[in-house]
T-cell receptor, first 109, second 114 residues
């Protein structure tokens, strides 16, 4: 059974700092890895999708990498802003989609 | 944002009553999913559909049934609600499965079973 782990569970940083969120998974036979953002009381917003054949994807200040052989992905956020405060979820898709528990990010002004 | 509407957005009901949640999409995507999100468990798949009248079970399907009579609508039914089904329910859609096919989520339905 695929297990997805996100570390740390919570992170607090000052505005402007660059930061890395981590995601690990136990079974490397995946189609995609997707990063989402979830604001309190809201749904999930898709940030980036990395196909299993890809190494990274970028969107604005966000960069996600995938090392399928080691079962790891990172989400890099450059020059963090208070508006980036949210919970970030990673999910891996094979037969179905399995989610990590998320990292709750707080960016302090 | 993907055109996904969930209704109702909030519902409070009593144990033993039937409950139906609706997911409506305007993207004409083939795949639709129902998830529940609970503290300590993250998001877990309940059921999914890969076409009209084509559905299959997910990880936590016991106590739930689904129906899809039109491409745009996917219904989740709790035949006899229990307190353990108190949760936030999310619908998601996808054009397909496999590499490069993202899932997009609705805003969720907060369901409380008293």
């Amino acid at each position: 059974k695929q297990e997805v782990t996100q570390i740390p569970a919570a992170l607090s940083v000052p505005e402007g700092e660059n930061l890395v969120l981590n995601c690990s998974f136990t079974d490397s036979a995946i189609y995609n890895l997707q990063w989402f953002r979830q604001d309190p009381g809201k749904g999930l917003t898709s940030l980036l999708l990395i196909q299993s054949s890809q190494r990274e994807q970028t969107s604005g200040r966000l960069n996600a990498s995938l090392d399928k052989s080691s079962g790891r992905s990172t989400l890099y956020i450059a020059a963090s802003q208070p508006g980036d405060s949210a919970t970030y979820l990673c999910a891996v898709e094979a037969a179905d989609m399995r989610f990590g528990a998320g990292t709750r990010l707080t960016v302090k002004p | 944002d993907a055109g996904i509407t969930q209704s109702p957005r909030h519902k409070v009901t009593e144990t033993g009553t039937p409950v139906t949640l609706r997911c409506h999409q305007t993207e004409n995507h083939r795949y639709m999913y129902w998830y529940r999100q609970d503290p300590g468990h993250g998001l877990r798949l309940i059921h999914y559909s890969y076409g009209v009248k084509d559905t299959d079970k997910g990880e936590v399907s016991d106590g739930y049934s689904v129906s899809r009579s039109k491409t745009e609508d996917f219904l989740l039914t709790l035949e006899s609600a229990t307190s353990s089904q108190t949760s936030v329910y999310f619908c998601a859609i996808s054009p397909g499965t496999g590499a490069g096919q993202p899932q997009h989520f609705g805003d969720g339905t907060r369901l409380s079973i008293l």
